[in-house]
């Protein structure tokens, strides 16, 4: 099964500030890579799918980008309600897995 | 509204059995490739396993924890997932979400393209003695 790998596992970071979130992929996933967040108590919310198309509704701070093996979320600018955990999720093959996550903290 | 509304968890005892549903509404059901995920307390997604649509066989994938004890199933007549959870273990113990990308299912696509979009507010199995 394809394994997913997410850093840093934790993140702290300040209103305004650029946030990077990586994925790997034990193998390649082309394209089909997805991006959640998740906030205490609440089901996990779609922001980017296919590696890196933006949601509708989804505020366009946010982008992902990378193919293969190899990805990233970005969030250019981060706003109050950005402080959540969020995951990657590989959609490529029978097996579907998640990253382990990654807690964006106030700092 | 896209709408995902589960049911059926608890407090059951290691070894024990239990059955969720998952009611959908608001999208073409009968198209859609349907996901249970989970997650223990404290813990991260966990992807428990999923049913393609009938028009695709109807059959079947699991994660290796949950292999040959989850038995998912779908009535597309009452527009219904199921997961059947036998052999239950303490490991078990989590929220039982079910997901689906309904665009996908809305322009009658396989394998769904677009992420899970939808998603239910979940279900709280507790394995305990």
Redesign the interface.
């Known amino acids: 099964d394809i394994q997913m790998t997410q850093s840093p596992s934790t993140l702290s970071a300040s209103v305004g500030d650029r946030v990077t979130i990586t994925c790997r992929a034990s193998q390649s996933v082309s394209s089909w890579l997805a991006w959640y967040q998740q906030k205490p108590g609440k089901a996990p919310k779609l922001l980017i799918y296919k590696a890196s198309s933006l949601e509708s509704g989804v505020p366009s701070r946010f982008s992902g980008s990378g193919s293969g093996t190899e990805f990233t979320l970005t969030i250019s600018s981060l706003q109050p309600d950005d402080f959540a955990t969020y995951y990657c999720q590989q959609y490529d093959t029978y097996s579907q897995a998640f990253g382990q996550g990654t807690k964006v903290e106030i700092k | 509204e896209v709408q995902l509304v589960e049911s059926g968890g608890g407090l059951v005892k290691p070894g024990g059995s239990l059955r969720l549903s998952c009611a959908a509404s608001g999208f073409t059901f009968n198209y859609a490739w349907m ?1 249970w ?1 989970r997650q223990a307390p404290g813990k ?4 428990v396993g ?1 049913i393609r649509s009938n028009t695709d066989g109807g059959t079947t ?1 699991y ?2 924890p949950v292999k040959g004890r989850f038995t998912i199933s779908r009535d597309d007549s009452k527009n219904t997932l199921y997961v059947q959870m036998n052999s239950l273990k303490t490991e078990d113990t989590a929220v039982y ?1 079910c997901t689906t990308d309904s665009r996908s299912a809305a322009a009658g696509l396989s ?7 939808v ?4 279900t709280t199995v507790t394995v305990s003695s």
């Open positions: 996901n995920v991260g997604l966990e992807w999923r994938d994660a290796a979400y394998p769904p393209l677009y992420g899970m979009n998603w239910g507010q979940g």
